[in-house]
């Protein structure tokens, strides 16, 4: 029988049982379908800020304003703010029925940060810069208002723990269309500011929304191609372009509105009932 001292062979024999420890790394730290998924959400979100800035900052800074150019560039960059709540929407339900990785959180996480609250609040500080009767620095505190506020929320998502169903606050990426729907109306500068801020707050305040899952989540998808279509209405001065960008924004802003609306009057109501079955057991 032959004995093979280790102490004499090659070192290359240690290097190859090196590589093929590091090829047994665990599946949950490899990236999943999901995960894919969830990086798409992040381009469209950088995506989106190219557009803006190319589109419409650029010609504005240096005189070479085209009208036409700078609506189908905010048209191109909210389309891919709503291409990006698309891949948001379908990487949790793909991550539900098949392997989700280690990583997937994280990046759900940073991949909304980028696309719901890095590229809405660049949206909103080129509009306090182009708009006529906008205040570009009072723009900018809003634009940072709407960022700090996807950033506590996604940062309290992570670690609060809610009963299954639901989401406290408005999730990041209805609250990041609200806010370019504001930003698109086109109103006069301090009812949009006003608007902006209320938005920030209903994302990071504690009422409750649904998640869309069911018949929810496919009214959502809905919604959401019902919108990119009126948006490209309006990019390619189609006839009646305008008129269906603004019934699309105001429909979008007053569903935002009514959410809070509706589960305050929810949860007072289901108050009432507990207050009066505790009267009752009381009484027997």
């Not at 995506?47 to 504005?60: E, N, S, W």
């Not at 048209?75 to 703010?81: D, H, K, Q, T, Y």
């Not at 700090?148 to 670690?159: D, E, G, I, P």
């Not at 409750?208 to 809905?222: D, F, I, Q, T, W």
Request: glycine share 8%.
């Amino acid at each position: 029988m032959t004995v093979i001292d280790p102490d004499t062979q090659p070192g290359w024999v240690a290097e190859v049982e090196e590589d093929d420890a590091a090829d047994d790394m665990p599946l949950s730290t490899r990236l999943s379908i999901a995960d894919t998924l969830t990086l798409g959400n992040a381009i469209c979100g950088f995506m989106a800020v190219y557009f803006t800035t190319t589109g419409v900052l650029i010609p504005h800074l240096t005189g070479n304003e085209d009208g036409g150019m700078a609506r189908h560039s905010a048209a191109m960059a909210v389309i891919l703010m709503l291409l990006a709540s698309i891949f948001d929407l379908f990487d949790g339900l793909v991550a539900r029925k098949l392997r989700a990785s280690a990583m997937g959180a994280e990046l759900d996480n940073l991949s909304d940060l980028i696309s719901f609250g890095l590229a809405p609040a660049y949206f909103v500080v080129t509009w306090g810069m182009v708009a006529p009767d906008s205040h570009q620095r009072v723009s900018v505190v809003a634009a940072v208002v709407v960022l700090l506020a996807v950033v506590l929320r996604l940062a309290r998502f992570s670690c609060v723990t809610l009963r299954d169903g639901i989401f406290q606050g408005m999730p990041s990426p209805f609250g990041a269309l609200t806010v370019v729907a504001i930003v698109l109306l086109e109103l006069p500068f301090v009812p949009t500011l006003l608007a902006i801020i209320g938005v920030a707050w209903l994302m990071v305040s504690r009422v409750e929304y649904p998640k869309p899952r069911g018949r929810l989540a496919v009214a959502m998808l809905s919604w959401i191609v019902l919108s990119m279509g009126m948006l490209a209405a309006w990019a390619l001065d189609a006839p009646g372009g305008q008129m269906l960008l603004q019934t699309g924004c105001s429909l979008q802003i007053v569903l935002g509105a009514m959410i809070p609306v509706f589960a305050t009057a929810r949860r007072v109501n289901t108050f009432r009932d507990n207050r009066r079955e505790a009267r009752s057991a009381q009484i027997q």
